[in-house]
């Protein structure tokens, strides 16, 4: 099901095994925000440099921490109730199956399987990623050899 804590454990797997510079975002931004105190200080004569980094610096602390939060709630506003989508998962292909759509894919048209502890993200080419939480993976033992079966193959081995 689409809801709130898929979306937050979604998020969450992207931010551990996908986002380059996102994790870093609250660091850059008070380095940014430093950056410019210094600058107003230390460069008086030119102190509105300095204020247009801090603003900046502010600006982009405020985005990245409300950065999360913003992404949930556009997701699960955009989600239809009670959206859920069932899949069958096999070593070869993945079938979805919703109320208004269903596909199947094959795990070789991904170009990147990425693993985390709790889940997996399927990337494919082009398009939207899928995140599959273990939790809803039936039988619970099944997830990981599955998985560990899709990142042989994509190893050669």
């Known amino acids: 099901m689409f809801d709130r804590a898929y979306y937050e454990s979604n998020y969450d797997a992207w931010l551990r095994h996908r986002a380059k510079l996102r994790p870093y975002a609250v660091y850059l931004s008070l380095a940014l925000l430093a950056f410019g105190v210094i600058m107003a200080f230390a460069f ?3 102190w509105f440099v300095g204020v247009l980094f801090v603003c900046a610096g502010i600006y982009e602390l405020i985005e990245a921490l409300t950065h999360k939060s913003r992404w949930i709630n556009a997701r699960v506003k955009a989600t239809r109730e009670n959206k859920t ?25 991904f170009s990147d399987i990425i ?5 997996v993200c399927l990337i494919p080419e082009s398009g939207v990623s899928i995140y599959i939480p273990a939790a809803t993976v039936e039988p619970t033992d099944a997830f990981r050899p ?10 050669g081995g």
């Open 44 to 46: 008086r004569a030119q």
């Open 85 to 109: 989508v069932d899949m069958q998962l096999s070593e070869t292909e993945l079938t979805t199956t919703s109320s208004v759509a269903h596909g199947t894919i094959q795990i070789d048209a």
């Open 115 to 119: 693993p985390a502890p709790d889940g």
């Open 146 to 155: 599955l998985v560990d079966a899709w990142m042989a193959a994509r190893s």
